[in-house]
């Protein structure tokens, strides 16, 4: 099993930042992905980021592109998603998550991912 657990979400003004984090414990490996997702109120979760354990290698969604940063940190079994120049559409709650041990794709689909996270509120204000 593996445990997901978020931090970092808050209000901040639109044009601000925030810095998520998310712990990964339990049964860690760096062969996986692991995603950001969101789900703002009345809307389906959708994709946001994703980052291969392994090597590095990201991917995002269109609307995120130059504004938000994946990252990972191996030693403290960390992943951030750093989130700039915030608009009111970025308000939900974000979710990480992992895929199954083997799984290296950048995925994008909810489907291919195993564990979430219990998620981060990011309200945006106007």
């Known amino acids: 099993q593996v445990q997901l657990v978020e931090s970092g979400g808050g209000l901040v003004q639109a044009g601000g930042s925030l810095r998520l984090s998310c712990l990964v414990s339990g049964r860690t490996s760096s062969d996986r992905a692991m995603g950001w997702f969101r789900q703002a109120p009345g809307k389906e979760r959708e994709f946001v980021a994703v980052i291969s354990w392994f090597g590095g290698s990201t991917n995002y969604t269109d609307s995120v592109k130059g504004r938000f940063t994946v990252s990972r940190d191996v030693v403290v079994n960390t992943v951030y998603l750093r989130l700039n120049s915030l608009k009111p559409e970025d308000t939900a709650t974000y979710y990480c998550?992992?895929?199954?041990?083997?799984?290296?794709?950048?995925?994008?689909?909810?489907?291919?991912?195993?564990?979430w996270g219990q998620g981060t509120q990011v309200t945006v204000s106007s």
């Open positions: 998550a992992a895929t199954k041990v083997g799984d290296r794709r950048l995925d994008t689909a909810l489907r291919e991912y195993d564990y």
